[in-house]
């Protein structure tokens, strides 16, 4: 490793903070945060019940980081946008998070990433070595379809509907979207690409499942098509806004308030977007991408979750 990359990884986890690594839920959505912490807890405790302690440790450590819950909370708005009030759309929830833990161990990877640091901890991979951060992460989407299925009959969703919920989620993360937007990433290290390769990248690799998270809310409430189509949009553009503010935060921000390794993106050459527009253009796209997902969903009942989750990302935009 170069010398000034090695001084600025060591920096990185010098600064690391020892609770949660950037605290960004308003304090309004602290309720539904906390019913998806309960819930990520009570799904790993069933479904590690019978699991011996190798796998099951990592597999803990992993999911139950202190991570922003972006993606539960979208689809618990979208949920709650769309009229449904049970409970059990929470275990739902679990699926989209388990899926994202999924990506952020394989993204650290030394073949992906090589990050050393994640959620204010060390990576998985560099605390349980490789071959059990690889075996954890693949455990993860075996056990979001269960979240699916066992959400589903919670929530007495009919068969056919928890059926339209792994597909929308299989989709948006397969080679369609999560992972073939990381194979764009992975392509473009060390090119230079244009604003529409960016933003492709972008919604590959962030902005698909977002927007699956927010469909999958409203289709568990049983929304209309056009309202489905609304919350889609919604949580694409947001989920792009996000993508580019993470880019943003990479660039100016401190390991310590990330929760994990600042600058990586210039370290391997990556297609970010300070790198592509510049920081001044990067935070207007961020304004620009957050308020046309905001005017999605505006003005209609219910949607205050859904606004304030928009709000949390026009502010990691701003800067820190
Ligand atoms: C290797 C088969 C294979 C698949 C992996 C690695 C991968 C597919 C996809 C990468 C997708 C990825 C990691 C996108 C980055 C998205 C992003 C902004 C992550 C950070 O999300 P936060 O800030 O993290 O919501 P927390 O820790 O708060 O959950």
């Known amino acids: 490793m170069p010398a000034d990359v090695a001084g600025a990884r060591a920096t990185a986890r010098d600064d690391a903070p020892d609770g949660p690594g950037e605290v960004t839920t308003a304090s309004d959505l602290a309720g539904a945060r906390e019913a998806v912490e309960e819930e990520l807890r009570r799904f790993l405790e069933e479904g590690l019940r019978t699991v011996p302690p190798p796998p099951a440790a990592p597999i803990r450590h992993a999911v139950l980081a202190p991570g922003k819950r972006i993606r539960p909370l979208l689809l618990m708005g979208a949920y709650e946008a769309a009229g449904g009030t049970h409970p059990a759309i929470a275990r739902l929830s679990c699926a989209v ?12 990877l030394p073949a992906m990433d090589d990050a050393l640091l994640r959620r204010g901890r060390e990576a998985l991979h560099v605390r349980f070595g490789v071959p059990v951060a690889v075996l954890a992460a693949a455990s993860l989407l075996p056990l979001a379809i269960r979240s699916i299925v066992e959400g589903g009959e919670a929530l007495g969703l009919p068969d056919d509907r928890t059926r339209r919920l792994c597909r929308i989620l299989a989709v948006a993360a397969g080679a369609a979207g999560m992972v073939g937007g990381q194979f764009r990433d992975l392509r473009a ?7 529409a390769e960016l ?7 962030t902005a ?10 409203g289709l568990a409430a049983s929304a209309e098509r056009p309202f489905l189509e609304r919350l889609r949009r919604f949580g694409r553009d947001l989920g792009l806004a996000f993508q580019v503010a993470d880019d943003i935060l990479d660039r100016v921000a401190t390991s310590g308030q990330m929760g994990k390794e600042r600058g990586r993106d210039a370290a391997l050459g990556k297609a970010s977007a300070p790198a592509v527009l510049g920081l001044p253009e990067a935070r207007r796209l961020v304004r620009e991408l957050v308020g046309r997902a905001r005017r999605e969903v505006e003005g209609r009942p219910r949607t205050g979750s859904l606004l304030r989750i928009a709000e949390l990302v026009a502010a990691r935009g701003a800067g820190p």
Not at 97 to 108: A, G, K, M, R
Not at 210 to 216: K, L, R, S
Request: aromatic fraction near 2%.
């Open 199 to 205: 933003m492709r990248i972008h919604a590959g690799k």
């Open 189 to 195: 290290e060390g090119r230079r690409i244009d604003r």
């Open 97 to 108: 998070e388990l899926v994202h833990t999924y990506s952020l161990i394989h993204d650290d």
């Open 208 to 217: 698909e499942l977002m927007a699956a998270a927010a469909v999958m809310g």
